[in-house]
């Protein structure tokens, strides 16, 4: 079942402007990860943050868990049009497998 | 990082036929494989996990019957859709696992499958 729910559903900005995206999540989780999808294609992966970690950073990504909320967020960075996308957050659960939330569908604006 | 590959990348059938899909990890054996179905513009919804010499696993709701899943090797799951209808119709993506690569899963490319 889908653990994840995330927000906004649909997300469009400037080039150069930063994108805030959030993920909540119902029960313990193990990590959670972040992955991007490109429209009709597989999914990237972008970042994992495990449990016991409160921020990583990856290049223009930032990805924050607070996991006495449930909650995690990403954050893209002078956003280029390379990254308009889906973005699925997806809580790693002890068996290794992974629930994913709803996505949120970025557009970057050239 | 490592490559985990599908085929065929897009199919059509007709309503009745069987389907098969098949999921190959390159450069790593994979300790056990998923297997998810997407519809358009939702998320993930995994069916299934695989590993290697032994029967797979399936989420609830998932008719075993329906979508037979073999896991031959390390490298190598694959994913039949038996007498598929219209409602078949959607985009199914594997992934791979291994205990060598820490947490991370790595998702194929997906397969389009279209049941006329």
């Known amino acids: 079942s889908q653990q994840g729910e995330e927000d906004p559903q649909a997300l469009s900005i400037q080039e150069g402007e930063n994108a805030t995206m959030n993920c909540s999540y119902k029960?313990?989780?193990?990590?959670l990860q972040w992955y991007r999808q490109n429209s009709g294609r597989g999914l990237v992966h972008l970042i994992l943050i495990r449990s016991n970690e409160r921020e990583k950073h990856s290049g223009r990504l930032r990805v924050t868990l607070d996991t006495s909320k449930k909650s995690s967020s990403l954050l893209i960075t002078a956003s280029r049009a390379a990254d308009t996308a889906s973005y699925f957050c997806?809580?790693?659960?002890?068996?290794?497998?992974?629930?994913f939330g709803a996505g949120t569908t970025v557009t970057v604006r050239a | 990082g490592a490559v985990v590959s599908q085929h065929p990348s897009r199919v059509i059938c007709k309503s009745g036929t069987s389907v098969k899909i098949e999921c190959r990890s390159l450069?790593?054996?994979?300790?056990?494989m998923f297997w998810y179905r997407q519809f358009p513009k939702k998320s993930l919804m995994l069916m299934a996990t695989?590993?290697?010499?032994?029967?797979?696993?399936?989420e609830q709701g998932v008719e075993k019957d329906k979508f037979l899943i073999n896991h031959a090797s390390l490298t190598l799951s694959t994913l039949t859709v038996t007498s598929a209808h219209p409602e078949d119709s959607s985009f199914y993506i594997c992934?791979?696992?291994?205990?060598?690569?820490?947490?991370?899963?790595?998702f194929g490319p997906g397969t389009r499958l279209t049941v006329t």
């Open positions: 997806a809580t790693g659960l002890r068996d290794y497998k992974l629930s």
């Open positions: 992934s791979a696992y291994s205990t060598s690569y820490s947490y991370e899963q790595y």
């Open positions: 029960t313990s989780i193990n990590n």
């Open positions: 695989s590993n290697e010499g032994s029967k797979a696993t399936y």
């Open positions: 450069d790593f054996q994979a300790t056990t």
